[in-house]
């Protein structure tokens, strides 16, 4: 009884960890994917990608000036800068040709085909993490996989970037969030000011939202990689598309074409199969 009860001890911890990584990750998508996306591709029209990042780098950083100065101490103490520097380089690229994407594609088609990163990303956990991945989870990822080749340079960066947000997961948060801003300030400054239009006035309302929304999403999305394994939310990153979908249709007009329709629910069927065989096969495992 002793052994059964200090085994729930031991495994109830790592479960909640799970679902609150989850619940993080739910949040993320409902700001950046169901906010920050529609804005992008508003103001896309208008001003070029490289402007939109620097931009958002800009008015994120002055949002976190005060986490800065909190965590002044830990900025000094930085445990792997190297790999800091290594993600928010993925990040600037997969940000900014995500940008550009958003403005040309249809937004559903746009996440469809970013679904393919959360299956890279399963794979990168299991080959620079470790991290163990069941037959069951592989095969719904595959399905769902097949699914986004039904509608086919940011996967793979993109999915570089959340591999190396997770290896951080010792790093402090904050340090995490300046090095990504500032990092993507740097290295889009060159491009943006070279590309760069006049803002308008009236302009700046949506630009300041973009980067508050997207600043609130990395603060979410660092803390759901921090406390979570990457292979469990890998898939979960697939209900995006829902957020986006709507995004698309009720702003926007766009009503997606029918093999994305089809590819989207393969993606889903796929991943609600594989969340029940697993939910099931732990059901099991307790009642033995």
């Not at 799970?18 to 103001?43: C, E, F, H, N, S």
């Not at 380089?89 to 997969?94: D, H, L, S």
């Not at 040309?104 to 990163?117: C, I």
């Not at 989207?264 to 099991?284: C, F, G, M, P």
Request: hydrophobic share 55%.
């Amino acid at each position: 009884m002793n052994a059964h009860g200090q085994s729930e001890k031991q495994e109830n911890p790592r479960e909640t960890d799970t679902r609150a990584g989850i619940g993080w990750l739910l949040l993320d998508m409902t700001l950046v994917a169901g906010g920050m996306t529609a804005l992008v591709k508003a103001q896309g029209v208008t001003y070029p990608a490289f402007q939109l990042v620097f931009i958002r780098a800009m008015i994120g950083l002055i949002f976190i000036l005060p986490l800065i100065w909190r965590h002044r101490m830990e900025m000094l103490r930085v445990k792997y800068p190297w790999r800091n520097l290594f993600r928010i380089c993925c990040n600037a690229i997969a940000l900014t040709s995500n940008f550009i994407a958003i403005t040309l594609l249809p937004l559903a088609t746009v996440n469809a085909v970013g679904f393919s990163r959360p299956l890279v990303t399963m794979a990168m956990a299991v080959a620079f993490l470790g991290e163990r991945v069941s037959r069951y989870r592989w095969a719904g990822a595959c399905l769902a996989f097949a699914g986004v080749l039904v509608v086919l340079v940011s996967v793979v960066f993109g999915a570089l970037a959340v591999i190396q947000t997770r290896a951080l997961r010792q790093e402090n948060t904050t340090v995490m969030m300046v090095f990504y801003t500032v990092g993507l300030a740097v290295i889009t400054a060159v491009p943006a000011i070279w590309t760069w239009k006049p803002v308008a006035p009236l302009d700046w309302g949506p630009l300041l939202a973009i980067g508050l929304l997207a600043q609130m999403g990395q603060y979410c999305f660092l803390r759901a990689y921090r406390i979570a394994d990457a292979s469990v939310l890998a898939p979960v990153s697939y209900l995006s598309i829902l957020f986006v979908t709507a995004v698309g249709y009720f702003l926007f007009d766009e009503v997606p074409e029918t093999r994305v329709v089809l590819g989207i629910a393969i993606i889903l069927v796929s991943l609600q199969s594989t969340a029940l065989v697993e939910y099931v096969l732990k059901a099991l495992r307790r009642r033995k």
